[in-house]
């Protein structure tokens, strides 16, 4: 995380591919869950309009991939992300690192079963519609959580909901270029001073 000018600038990797998440529980026992190479780039290719959300909550949005200020890609790591924001809340928590990770939102579009070697079931999500990504603080428990539902057109769509923990850096220049900006002003002042 970085701040300059009142603009935070975060960047992250809000889910890395092919790595197995923490066991989460489902009504069918416990699993673990990897997103596939590619899904991630599939998905944001089908919707050019991802929104990035401040723990999940709609009245919270700050900002989306359409309004320039969220860059999301999927590399050889995972889904990469970069956020820019003004939002003085979303500052003010950096800056008292009450920031604690990155979540996403989606409907299954497609996925498949297998297990691990420990024998615990293990789900790939291949095709998914990522509905949302967002920045988590401390007030959110950082582990993965479990579904909800919502009703669309008579019809029961599942929103899944992932995230966990991440170690996040922070680094405030605010101060550094408040000094900058005073020892250019003495340096200025001693000038005149010598040319006098």
Known sequence: MEIRNNELTIKGYINAVCRDSREMPSPQGKFVEQVNAGTW?????SNKDISLLLNHDWNKKLGSTMQGNVLLKEDNIGLHAE???????TIQKARENRLV????GFNKTKD?????????????LEDINLVEVSLLDDTQIPAY????????NNQEVMTEQRFFKDDIEMK?????IETRAVKENLKKKILIELEL
Do not use: V
Request: no cysteine; glycine share 10%.
């Open 83 to 89: 956020l820019r924001t003004i939002d003085a809340d």
């Open 112 to 124: 498949t079963w297998g297990k691990t070697d420990d024998g615990i079931a293990r789900r790939y």
């Open 101 to 104: 990770g990155w979540s996403f």
């Open 41 to 45: 780039t599939r998905s944001l290719a």
């Open 172 to 176: 405030d220049y605010s101060k550094e």
């Open 145 to 152: 959580i479990g579904t909800s539902i919502e009703s669309r």
